[in-house]
């Protein structure tokens, strides 16, 4: 355990370097003086150096980057020139909703994977089974965006039941924040639930074969509880790998959904800060999405070693 956690600090350190590094010369191909985008045509020329400046954009290439680097290193990431405050804060601030979605989502999707699949291994030929098989397949199938749109017009816009945007906390007014939940939870609970039910249904598939099965039966076991004691637990390896990178993917990619519910995230944040040429912020956001890749795949693989032994971590 102790060498796994060791070398994926040293994939970490590598990740980080590698994303920022790219992350650092790509948004310095956008044409344009960012400064000029910033303050407009008509700014005074010492404005716009001292802004310059305050961007880290004064001499060569090489310079800002061994300048940003040395920075980030001593755990110095900037200001973001957009909200006038460390781009750490900034982004701490805009993580909290999007952690919020992305963690009450999944457990609730894990969960009705979890009985679905559970319902269909034990009773496979119930025309209920059957049917939430096909809904599966379809929310696979179906945008986001389009039943976040679908979900505002009947639930909001008709039936006025759930507002149609806005976001509040949930631990600092549960009251006010719950409601405002509810559609984008919902939304992102459709479309997750279907793939881990259809991952998870297609791992107990290739478990049936299995021969550990028949000494269960041979032993008395019923059908019922050889599913849910040998096939299920079994059968859940794959859906904690899709667990853990959706999440992760979650966690830097839910823009669409925070752009219809008006969600102040991690995703909203760097495509406003990219919007605006806010260096500093897009970089800050950049290295910490990294960031929590590497720390879910970590959660991930000690999940494995800890749920099966035989598993041997590369």
């Not at 909290?96 to 009705?112: D, H, M, Y």
């Not at 679905?116 to 397949?137: C, I, K, Q, T």
């Not at 006025?160 to 009251?175: E, Q, T």
């Amino acid at each position: 355990m102790a060498g796994l956690l060791l070398r994926r600090l040293r994939d970490l350190v590598v990740i980080l370097l590698i994303v920022g590094t790219m992350m650092f010369f790509v948004i310095r191909l956008i044409p344009g003086d960012p400064a000029i985008a910033i303050l407009g045509p008509t700014a005074r020329p010492q404005d716009v150096e001292a802004l310059r400046q305050s961007m880290g954009l004064t001499g060569s290439l090489w310079e800002q980057y061994l300048s940003w680097l040395g920075n980030v290193a001593g755990g110095d990431f900037g200001s973001s020139i957009t909200y006038h405050a460390p781009v750490v804060g900034v982004v701490a601030e805009h993580f909290v909703p999007t952690l919020t979605l992305a963690v009450i989502s999944t457990v609730l999707s894990f969960v009705v994977a979890v009985l679905v699949a559970s319902w269909n291994a034990v009773s496979p030929r119930n025309p209920v089974a059957r049917a939430l098989n096909l809904l599966s397949s379809l929310g696979m199938a179906i945008p986001d965006f389009w039943i976040a749109l679908i979900l505002v017009l009947v639930f909001a816009v008709s039936l006025r039941w759930f507002p149609s945007s806005g976001y509040a906390d949930l631990f600092a007014d549960p009251v006010a924040g719950v409601p405002m939940l509810v559609l984008p939870v919902v939304c992102l609970v459709i479309g997750q639930s279907a793939l881990f039910t259809l991952t998870l249904r297609e791992s107990v598939l290739g478990e049936l074969p299995q021969t550990y099965l028949r000494t269960a039966r041979v032993k008395g076991l019923s059908e019922r509880q050889v599913m849910l004691r040998h096939v299920l637990p079994n059968a859940l390896m794959p859906l904690i790998t899709q667990l853990g990178s959706n999440f992760a993917m979650m966690v830097g990619g839910i823009v669409i959904i925070e752009s219809i519910f008006v969600i102040p995230g991690l995703g909203s944040l760097l495509m406003g800060a990219v919007s605006t040429r806010d260096f500093p912020l897009v970089q800050g956001v950049t290295l910490f999405v990294a960031l929590m890749f590497v720390v879910v795949n970590l959660v991930v693989d000690l999940s494995y070693a800890l749920l099966d032994p035989k598993v041997r971590v590369s």
